[in-house]
């Protein structure tokens, strides 16, 4: 077993750098396509807020869907389980992120709020219970970071409207089945716009440290989430943060994990760290593919599994 060092991860990187060229990087929003294929980060940061980083780790990126996992965490404090849980599921979907197949079989109640359906659903809970969701997520990420100007990329959020035909349908076919309470466009552009958000490994490494401490956040008085939540999140993250790709994730890197298609990917190992890793270039789920290496070669190398 290898000891927690910047030379450890470095070597993972090597290791995990040959596989670049054999994915693809997201080419759905044009804003997306641009980003250079080339770049590889890793970032671990340990309770005691020790970082460990190497490769592009300072470099921000748009963390897309991992966004997910942070509005989730808002509608749970300002929402009741029983209420939550009735709006959308915590199965896996075994299906793509954006898929609308399942929402029309299940009357509008999304499998879980990691796919695009759900995810949407947990935006339109906020957008009833906040004054004004935007500048919340922004307030959360910037302490949970300790970075004031983390900020969100109006590029991308903006090319994401331009091109958001199945997004919307997603949001639609929800409301018609009674499962969406405010204007779609309005919800739509928070949606966007927490995807847009960009952050570095270093920085979501810091950020996602809450789920690895029972809830708490370094250097914050008030716990983010109770333990128990915490678990919830984390068993989430195992079952549905990968989408169809959560089984193999499983079982090659056994920890909780969440993409976004912006090639990031966060992952915890609870009592002990948070990691974050980005590499562009996606597998067929839209996980990264160089990232998922990272990830499997750092659970190898220091011994870590949750199974
Ligand atoms: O909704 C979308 O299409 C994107 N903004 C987010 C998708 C995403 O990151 C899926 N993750 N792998």
């Excluded at 748009?62 to 389980?81: D, N, P």
């Excluded at 995807?195 to 809830?215: I, K």
């Excluded at 993250?237 to 909780?256: H, I, K, L, Q």
């Amino acid at each position: 077993m290898s000891a927690l060092d910047n030379t450890l991860l470095e070597d993972i990187l090597r290791q995990a750098r040959p596989l670049i060229g054999q994915g693809k990087v997201a080419n759905y929003i044009p804003a997306l396509a641009d980003v250079p294929a080339e770049r590889l980060g890793i970032a671990v940061c340990t309770l005691d807020g020790t970082v460990y980083q190497a490769g592009d780790a300072e470099e921000r990126f748009s963390i897309q869907s991992i966004s997910k996992v942070l509005s989730l965490t808002l509608a749970m404090t300002r929402y009741h389980e029983s209420e939550l849980w009735q709006r959308v599921g915590k199965e896996p979907s075994g299906q793509p992120f954006n898929s609308l197949l399942q929402l029309e079989l299940e009357q509008g109640k999304p499998r879980n709020p990691f796919i695009n359906a759900g995810a949407l659903v947990v935006c339109d809970m906020l957008e009833t219970r906040l004054t004004a969701p935007r500048q919340r997520m922004l307030e959360v990420v910037r302490s949970l970071t300790q970075q004031p100007e983390i900020n969100y990329d109006r590029h991308v959020a903006r090319s994401e409207f331009d091109h958001s035909a199945r997004n919307a349908a997603i949001a639609w076919l929800m409301k018609s089945f009674g499962n969406f309470a405010n204007d779609v466009p309005k919800v739509l552009q928070t949606y966007f716009h927490y995807c847009s958000m960009t952050m570095s490994c270093v920085e979501l490494a810091r950020c996602f440290l809450y789920l690895a401490n029972h809830g708490r956040s370094l250097g914050q008085e008030a716990a983010v989430l109770t333990p128990k939540q915490t678990r919830q999140i984390n068993a989430l993250m195992v079952t549905s943060g990968m989408y169809d790709g959560a089984g193999e994730f499983a079982w090659r890197v056994g920890m909780p994990g969440k993409s976004g298609v912006g090639g990031g990917i966060i992952a915890v190992v609870p009592g002990e760290m948070s990691i974050a890793v980005w590499s562009p270039e996606l597998d067929g789920s839209g996980n990264s593919l160089a990232g998922t290496a990272a990830l499997e070669l750092l659970a190898e190398r220091i011994g870590r599994s949750i199974f």
